[in-house]
């Protein structure tokens, strides 16, 4: 069991599967905060009672400012030394959060990324992998970080990671600017390779490739 | 180079000047001030150019523009463009201060991180051995 590490959750109107992702989660992380980010639904009460600490944005801001929210709060427990970005639909594997952490225990990195690219097991269709792997190459011509999955919302960190980097954008451009912090901030990052579970819940409602040219506009203008 | 080309280039690169100061606004005391000349500098050439409208023209062919109202229509452009950068950039500053407020708000509502993690620590220990996993669904048919 982790007692030194948060599990930081986005919470947006994920109701019918939060409850199965924290009580699944909390036997290997029982520190969790789930921010809720204005959902209609009743989100906020499920993750409550399976288990999680949860933090209410007044109103709807967004994922990244979730994020942001998560681990600022988590920052003040005293006994955090680790922070774990974790998605609220049951797309990540508390398996591979786990080795994440446990790398940044006994390796000397202060992030540890989660990519599906490293591994064998690819489900995402093939538009969105040519997407992907077009961020990918965007992401090293700007950041000079050598990433394989640059969209990945599976990521380690440790207590200076955290104290170092600072999301500003609020909606989902949050992942390139994550990279971004890290390569300014020159921490040491690894990647693991890890296994998104694509389910048709999450298929249905993921990220669609239109969100792609939000995100850049975002990036670009602001 | 001839005395035209010369009040051309100084020409232009008052503009330029115009176009820069008007599309990245400094924030404090002296960007305000700087906005604030150039602002009333607009205004007094505006006056001027309506009693001598002639002047709108001649300086149009200084530049190597056909009519006085081209230019003003390029200069136009140019304020206006540089407003909707202004604009957005300013769009963006308040809504980052919108978000922090709003975070403030949110973890101060919330019981401290210390606190909460102790509890749900205590709470996971309680709860015992974890069920055994439901069995694997019979597949044989």
């Known amino acids: 069991m982790n007692e030194d590490t948060w599990l930081v959750v986005p919470l947006y109107n994920e109701g019918t599967v939060v409850g199965d992702v924290i009580s699944d989660a909390r036997r290997t992380f029982p520190k969790i905060v789930c921010v809720n980010d204005g959902s209609k639904d009743n989100s906020a009460e499920v993750a409550t009672n399976a288990g999680a600490m949860v933090v209410n944005h007044p109103i709807n801001l967004g994922q990244g400012a979730a994020l942001q929210t998560g681990l600022k709060y988590a920052m003040n427990d005293p006994a955090a030394q680790y922070f774990v970005t974790f998605d609220s639909d049951g797309q990540h594997g508390v398996e591979d959060a786990s080795r994440m952490v446990q790398r940044l225990r006994t390796e000397p990195y202060d992030v540890v990324l989660g990519s599906r690219f490293l591994g064998t097991k690819v489900e995402a269709g093939a538009l969105k992998r040519a997407v992907l792997k077009a961020a990918v190459g965007f992401e090293r011509m700007t950041t000079g970080m050598k990433v394989t999955d640059t969209h990945n919302g599976l990521r380690a960190l440790n207590r200076e990671a955290v104290g170092k980097i600072r999301i500003r954008q609020d909606r989902m451009a949050h992942g390139s600017e994550f990279l971004r912090e890290i390569s300014k901030n020159k921490l040491r990052y690894v990647e693991e390779p890890v296994h998104i579970i694509y389910t048709d819940y999450s298929r249905a409602k993921g990220q669609s490739v239109w969100n792609s040219v939000n995100i850049l506009a975002d990036l670009l203008f602001g | 180079m001839t005395a035209q080309n010369v009040f051309q280039i100084i020409l232009i ?51 190597g523009i056909g009519r006085g109202t081209d230019l003003l229509l390029y200069a136009l452009a140019v304020v206006f463009v540089g407003h909707l950068i202004a604009s957005k950039q300013n769009q963006v500053e308040r809504n980052r201060k919108f978000t922090e407020l709003a975070r403030e708000i949110a973890i101060s509502e919330a019981t401290p991180a210390g ?13 015992g051995p974890a069920p055994a996993p439901n069995p694997a669904p019979d597949t044989e048919r």
């Open chain 2, 13 to 63: 690169i008052v503009f330029a000047m115009l176009a820069f100061v008007v599309i990245f606004p400094r924030s404090g005391t002296r960007g305000t001030a700087i906005r604030r000349l150039v602002s009333v500098l607009l205004l007094l050439a505006g006056i001027v150019l309506v009693v001598f409208p002639d002047w709108l023209t001649a300086i149009a062919n200084l530049l």
């Open chain 2, 115 to 127: 606190e909460a993690g102790s509890r749900l620590v205590a709470e996971v220990k309680q709860l």
